[in-house]
């Protein structure tokens, strides 16, 4: 049987996935668990029930096996820089941003140059709501998570897999940052600018009493951090502004078919939609 994982990990950030990873580690694991947020209620929050054991300081971060910035990418490449001398050579750092190839980028320049540890990461986990009140052990029950290695040794993916199937996940992945942001934007931020757009419509708010399962499937992630996801956009302009452009093409094809009154080209079209969906088994 597997030795319980027994680490001293500090978290930055403690909304909710940072706040989750937190309630996981205390509740799957043996770690000993160090948080830092801006917040002081949001800690308070969390030493009162029990998701970390203190609230981190400098010294605790020079006495660190495990460092997870869980904050927005531009806040975790600045935290790193400006904690980056505290950070102990022992001591292995990792994301958990949903878009890879600037931050992991800028955060393995900055491993470089201070002489920590670094590969990315991404927990493929999320809900509508935000913050540290919303966060749960049980969030990544079954999910993915992503490593990007960014040149790690084999030992720090060892241990970041050892950790992601600690806190429950039920897969790991391991890819680029490049491949990760294409795919990235095909599964994730392609349905949130599709659930933005397609709530901003004028027919939206007379939609109760005329909707049900579809309406909500396709509405749902319109709930959104805006804040969050205009970074995760904007850092992923490429690969994003591709799949918006096959998504419109596609849009396109379904619309002039039916302006046209086009019975065929509509049903094949609306048949290779179906192919395509039952050929992947879900």
């Known amino acids: 049987m597997e030795e319980e994982l027994s680490l001293r990990v500090g978290i930055v950030g403690l909304g909710l996935i940072g706040g989750s990873m937190a309630k996981a580690f205390r509740e799957y694991t043996n770690c000993e ?9 949001v800690t308070e929050a969390a030493l009162a029930c029990g998701a970390i054991d203190r609230v981190g300081s400098d010294d ?18 600045d935290f790193a820089r400006e904690h980056g001398a505290q950070i102990p ?19 393995s320049a900055l491993a470089r140059e201070f002489g ?3 590969a990315g990461s991404h927990p493929m986990a999320g809900r509508e709501k935000v913050g540290f009140a919303a966060s749960e052990a049980s969030l990544f029950r079954g ?8 040149g790690a040794s084999d030992e720090d993916v060892a241990l970041l897999r050892r950790t992601a199937e600690a806190l429950g996940f039920g897969r790991c992945v391991v890819t680029t940052p490049e491949e990760h942001d294409r795919m990235i934007a095909f599964t994730s931020q392609v349905p949130h600018a599709l659930a933005c757009a397609y709530v901003l419509s004028p027919q939206c708010p007379g939609h109760k009493g005329f909707s049900a399962g579809s309406y909500r499937d396709v509405s749902r992630v319109a709930n959104i951090n805006e804040t969050l996801w205009t970074e995760l956009f904007l850092s992923n302009s490429g690969p994003l502004t591709d799949e918006l452009d096959t998504l419109i ?28 969906k039952e050929s992947l088994g879900e």
Request: one cysteine or more; proline letters at 4%; a positive charge.
């Open 143 to 150: 999910a993915s998570y992503l490593i990007t290695p960014c």
């Open 89 to 107: 050579r022992s001591c292995l750092v990792t994301d958990v941003c949903g878009i890879k190839t600037q931050v992991c980028a800028e955060l």
């Open 33 to 41: 668990v160090i948080g830092f947020d801006s917040n002081p209620e």
């Open 116 to 118: 920590f540890r670094f």
């Open 60 to 77: 605790d971060l020079r006495r660190l096996d495990l460092l997870i910035l869980a904050l927005y990418p531009k806040a975790a490449v």
């Open 249 to 276: 093409a596609n849009l396109s094809a379904v619309r002039d078919a039916v302006r046209d009154g086009d019975a065929a080209r509509l049903s094949e079209l609306l048949r290779q939609g179906r192919l395509v």
